[in-house]
């Protein structure tokens, strides 16, 4: 036959089959949307902030440390600017921005809330807008005593504009609202509502000689004419120029929003294995569709074979029409996702900037469509290689046997859909390591499913029968002896419970977690930037206010030198040429992260570790005999790569000290106590300028006077409620978990439409069982509710196996991963087992509504 | 329209068992005969007795077990799948007890299937004068379930005409429908068998069809019983 023809007799031959491509359709358009619509956000996301990088970091590019930038940047600056005829006249323009957390307090010193101070000088914003209230820009707004606020932290403290606070122990008036900042995204975690202040205002406070901690950056603007190549070269000019540059982080535009873009390509990964799962689940339900579309095109295909069309011809007319209806359902599915991307907005309200959302993604399409087909393709594969088998003698001889397919052949199918599934979940997870775990996990599942549903089906046969009455006999026999298709279908469908019903055990055991109360004896307070000298002064105040278990340690931050005699200078080289390098690769020990190494360490030392410490190698203290021990927490001593008897140089602001490692131990970080890595014995860093941090518990009731009180007389410690920052931390995680179970519904949704499949594909033997049925004497209603019998008891092994195998696949996560309490709810049992059940019933209902209503007497004069 | 060479058929030692369980059933038994060129032999025989199984070997629908079957000289035990779909779609038409058309085609569509696997031209005006032939020609956009059981047998029999095949297997073709239409199909089969002198191989009960055919072809338990000269019962070899 010609292509043409090929063509022409796809289409009489797919004619009168809208049912069956409409759930071919469904299958595949589901998991496909689900595809298109991860991997088009998380595209849109890094595209976006590639584009509006410099908008989302108000900046080319921006230098940043825990110090000041050192002021021989301006050299380096100048130096730029002058080395090049295309910038005569121009500067590199810069502003400085302080960053730090502080309590800020009501005039009347009575409430208080806990803020992230910002600080700027110069021209920022240089891109985007900061929008002020009222409008205007920020120099008219601030003065020395001013301050311009966000609309929450003016809501919290019941503010208006004009009135006064107090911040760093010194008097603001508030003089506006920011209503967006450009450089700030609501995703991004803060520990409180923005203040802003200006140079001199911040002067007034006594905050910054009081130790509070301070993120500095100087956002530099080049000169108009400036490439990505310039912005590279002056990346690298002040790398190589700048003193201490191993201290600051200099990130250009390109790079903007580092933990946002970071978020989203890991969720997508994560989430694009979710969305394959549904496509996978799909599959099974093509699988189903084609298993019984191409049944009932048997009678069909003997004639064509009796005319004289051969093997290979008949497969081709097939395989041409699930490519077909493949690509149609994928674009379907593509459009879908598409659709939902431009809704991201809408749902899920101003989490995202809405010049990130950009639904138009060619290669998010492209990959689901390519996917859809993919799967489409692998699941059917096996079967039209069977229409091979189709012997034409079946025009004369309806159960003539088809031919035998043999091992090969279905080894052969096997292995097509599994190599299928892995490089699908290798591509979707960026990673064959991934791939291969998420492959294991399915084929483990399934084969889990396939095994519980044979078992149930099993033991439904041995099931007295007369007890329930006709109806329910009914429905027993049928899942005492389902085939193929149902126990398919109980798999898509429990696949989907499975994953669910994981996700939401694990999310809620988090949620707890999280908001669960505090144990009774951990503190319910954290008070940083307390000075040394202030510490009677606070624990007599924190006393007389009632609060209790109050415990400090001195706080030293310090710099790692060396780490047995190797500088950290050489460490980080080696990290940098070695970029991959992990524990187990050639090396005698596991090489430090170069964060690890090069950033600001904190140090405590004390005669006794603090409760929830416990040795496991060495002692604490080691004695005299051994000076400037130091005991390290397990898992930063593996990073570090140090053992008991290393030494540890460290660079306490300018002084060398060696500590030398006496003891590892293990924390409980769940008590919430002042814990640190590095626990000192007392001697070396006694005299090293220091800090001291302390906890207290303070009732609930109180805890807002008291934080008053606190900062009226000490205007530079913070107080920090642990019960905020977990409150925090849990409107993240819910924002998570919402994607998370938004595309969870789609493996659910998958599912059920191969169960509305599997039985719309077994329409015509259903029709002549109602007409039977009815011809005995069973109204519609007695047929109906043997139907929802039988649909109910596959949806309720579904169910069975589906919760059984998410809950175990839960409860090794919390309790195994995580070491977190377990605990199941008989309610969360009976709402998932119950929706499943219904849907069950509502999709196989609804699948069978044609056979329903079938007149007897049309299927019995066909017979 | 060129007159196609008639084909001869030859069976030798034709054999056809099935595997039943543990028991092997003989269904044809050394059944050896040739059918000349041009010629109308009707198959009779009681239920069970193996003339479907005698027509599906003849038209390479089916495996002999043992003995050997020819169409025109060409031995076709040993063609595989593909070559004997070739065959079929060069030289055999079909027509069957229970019409067998394609239920998504229509009336049509069905009769042009033939022409386009033999890649003909301008199959659909052939299959046109061929449905008109048949008496349907303003029937040819209906599908089968939209027409009649005779009307659908006509359908069938412009089908198994439409490449001129050199011989027509025929199964049964009235057993599924009432007097009169039965007449009038049988009525167009010969007539078209007559015009295009083809070699008709028919299954029937009915023995006043089978009185038409120039020779009887008789089965009993597979085995050949009572049949006029030219077609020569030999136990011999395959």
Known sequence: ?863 | MTMPTPASIETVGLTRRFQSGPKTITVLDQVSLTIPRGEFAAIMGPSGSGKSTLLALLAGLDRPSDGSVSIDGEAIEAMNEDRLALLRRRKIGFVFQSFHLLGNFTAVENVMLPLELLGLPSPRQRASELLARVGLGDRGHHYPTQLSGGEQQRVALARAFAPDPPVLLADEPTGNLDGVNGQIVIDLMLNLRRDHGTTLVLVTHDPTLAALADRTIRLRDGRLVDHDATATPTGASR
């Open chain 1, 1 to 863: 036959m010609t292509i043409p023809q090929y063509f022409r007799m796809a289409m009489r031959e797919s004619r009168r089959a809208r049912g069956r491509i409409a759930l071919f359709a469904g299958c595949i358009a589901v998991g496909v949307a689900a595809i298109v619509v991860v991997a088009g956000l998380s595209t849109s996301v890094q595209e976006g902030v590639r584009s509006e990088g410099r908008k989302l970091m108000a900046a080319d590019m921006i230098i940043e440390g825990k110090r000041p930038v050192p002021a021989e940047v301006d050299t380096v600056l100048v130096d730029f600017v002058a080395g090049d005829s295309r910038f005569t006249g121009q500067t590199v323009q810069r502003a400085e921005v302080k960053e730090f957390v502080s309590v800020v307090l009501s005039d009347d010193e009575k409430t208080s809330q806990l803020a992230q101070v910002k600080v700027v000088q110069g021209g920022y914003p240089f891109y985007g807008q900061l929008q002020l209230d009222p409008a205007g820009s920020l120099d008219l707004l601030l003065t020395a005593d001013t301050t311009v606020v966000a609309p929450e932290l003016m809501e919290r403290m019941g503010l208006k504009i004009g009135d006064a606070l107090r911040i760093g122990g010194s008097r603001f008036r508030v003089a506006g609202v920011v209503v967006a900042e450009p450089d700030k995204l609501a995703v991004t975690f803060a520990l409180g509502p923005r203040v802003f202040l200006s140079p001199e205002g911040l002067n007034r406070t006594a905050l910054l000689d009081r130790g509070a901690r301070v993120d500095h950056k100087v956002l530099l603007k080049l000169p108009s004419g400036a490439t990505s190549l310039d912005l590279t070269q002056l990346e690298r000019a002040i790398e190589a120029k700048l003193p201490d540059a191993e201290y600051f982080r200099i990130r250009s535009f390109s790079e903007a929003q580092p933990a946002l873009r970071r978020t989203f390509d890991r969720m997508g990964r994560y989430l694009g294995l979710v969305g394959l799962l549904s496509l996978l689940v799909g599959g099974v339900g093509v699988a189903q569709v084609a298993r019984a579309w191409l049944a009932s095109r048997m009678d069909d295909i003997a004639i064509l074979r009796c005319i004289g069309a051969t093997s290979r011809e008949v497969v081709l007319l097939f395989l041409l029409q699930v490519v077909a209806m493949a690509l149609a359902a994928s674009l379907i599915g593509a459009a879908l996702g598409t659709a939902l991307h431009a809704l991201v907005p809408t749902l899920f309200g101003d989490l995202l900037p809405p010049e990130l959302i950009r639904p138009w993604q060619p290669a998010a399409i492209v990959r689901g469509v390519a996917l859809g087909l993919a799967v489409a393709l692998v699941f059917t594969l096996p079967l039209l290689v069977g229409l091979r088998r189709v012997p034409p003698v079946r025009v004369l001889r309806r159960d003539a046997e088809p031919v035998n397919a043999g091992l090969f052949g279905q080894l052969v199918a096997a292995i097509l859909v599994l190599s299928g599934v892995w490089i699908a979940a290798s591509l979707q997870a960026e990673s064959w390591r991934f791939g291969t775990y998420f492959l294991g996990g399915i084929v483990a599942s399934v084969l889990l499913l396939a095994l519980a549903a044979m078992a149930l089906s099993r033991l439904a046969r041995l099931l007295p029968r007369d007890a329930g009455g006709v109806r329910l006999r009914h429905g027993l026999t049928h899942l005492a002896r389902p085939g193929a298709a149902t126990i398919g279908a109980i798999i898509a469908l429990g696949l989907g419970v499975t994953f669910v019903f994981a996700t939401h055990i694990v999310e809620r055991h988090f949620g707890e977690q999280l908001k669960a109360e505090l144990p009774t004896d951990a503190p319910s307070t954290f008070l940083i930037d307390v000075q040394p000298d202030q510490w009677d002064e606070l624990a007599t105040l924190l006393r007389s206010e009632g609060a209790t278990g109050i415990e400090s340690q001195p706080l030293v931050t310090a710099r790692l030198a060396a780490i047995d005699g190797v500088p950290v200078d050489e460490l980080t080289e080696r990290r940098r040429s070695q970029p991959t390098a992990d524990a187990n690769q050639s090396g005698d020990r596991p090489r430090p992260n170069r964060g690890t190494l090069t950033r600001e360490q904190r140090i405590t030392y004390g005669p006794a570790l603090p409760r929830g410490n416990r040795i496991i190698t060495g002692k604490f203290p080691a004695g005299p005999e051994v000076p400037n021990g130091v005991s390290v927490e397990e898992n930063f001593a593996g990073e570090l790569g140090v053992q008991v008897g290393s030494t540890i140089g460290l660079d306490v602001q300018g002084v060398p000290v060696e500590l030398k490692v006496t003891s590892l131990r293990t924390v409980d970080w769940r008590t919430f106590g002042i814990n640190f890595f590095l626990f000192a014995e007392p001697g070396p860093l006694n005299d090293a300028p220091q800090q001291r941090v302390a906890v207290a518990r303070i009732a609930t009731p109180d805890l807002p006077r008291v934080q008053a009180k606190v900062v009226a007389a000490m205007p530079n410690v913070t107080v920090i409620h642990i019960r905020d920052v977990m409150d925090k931390v849990n409107t993240v995680l819910g924002n998570l978990s919402i994607a998370t179970r938004a595309l969870g519904l789609f493996t659910i949704a998958a599912g059920v439409i191969v169960l509305g499949g599997t039985i719309a594909a077994t329409q015509a033997k259903r029709a002549k069982e109602v007409a039977l049925l009815k011809t005995i004497g069973m109204t519609r209603r007695d047929v109906a509710t043997v139907f929802a019998i039988e649909y109910a008891l596959t949806g309720m092994v579904s169910a069975i196996v589906g919760v059984t195998a998410g809950a175990t696949l839960g409860w090794a996560v919390i309790s195994k991963l995580m070491e977190l309490p377990w605990s199941l709810r008989i309610g969360e049992l009976a709402i998932a087992g119950g929706t499943t059940v219904a849907l069950a019933v509502v999709a196989g209902l609804a699948a069978s509504a044609r056979a329903l209503t079938v007149r007897p007497v049309e299927v019995l004069r066909a017979e």
